[in-house]
């Protein structure tokens, strides 16, 4: 079992930025693709970006790209979101989840692990 823990939300203006983290002891993370997703009331989950087991690969929702980047340091055993140019459509419940394979994918199906999450909430 792969415990994983998401950091760094909270509530910011428009156009502000936000770093979330998602942080493991799992010895093996950095074998494992890791994605964002995030929920909004009401709203069914969604993918919001990934990374490949080393860093290679990285895909993103059409909605982020340009503002949001996904990158990881293996070493410290944490993937990490950069989150620009915040709109309040980005509010949601951020969630980290990590893919055994290593390959990076959009599909929710796809993740074995899910961390509790994180609440980013953006004011307009």
């Known amino acids: 079992q792969v415990r994983l823990v998401e950091y760094g939300g909270g509530l910011v203006q428009a156009g502000d930025s936000l770093r979330l983290s998602c942080v493991t002891s799992d010895r093996t993370f950095s074998k494992y693709a890791v994605g964002w997703f995030r929920q909004a009331p009401g709203k069914e989950r969604e993918f919001v970006t990934a990374v490949s087991w080393n860093g290679g690969t990285t895909y993103y929702a059409d909605s982020v790209k340009g503002r949001f980047t996904i990158s990881r340091a293996n070493a410290g055993n944490t993937v990490y979101l950069q989150m620009n140019s915040l709109k309040p459509e980005d509010s949601a419940l951020y969630y980290c989840?990590?893919?055994?394979?290593?390959?990076?994918?959009?599909?929710?199906?796809?993740?074995?692990?899910w961390g509790q999450g994180t609440q980013v909430t953006v004011a307009s």
């Open positions: 989840a990590a893919e055994r394979r290593g390959s990076a994918s959009s599909a929710m199906r796809e993740y074995l692990y």
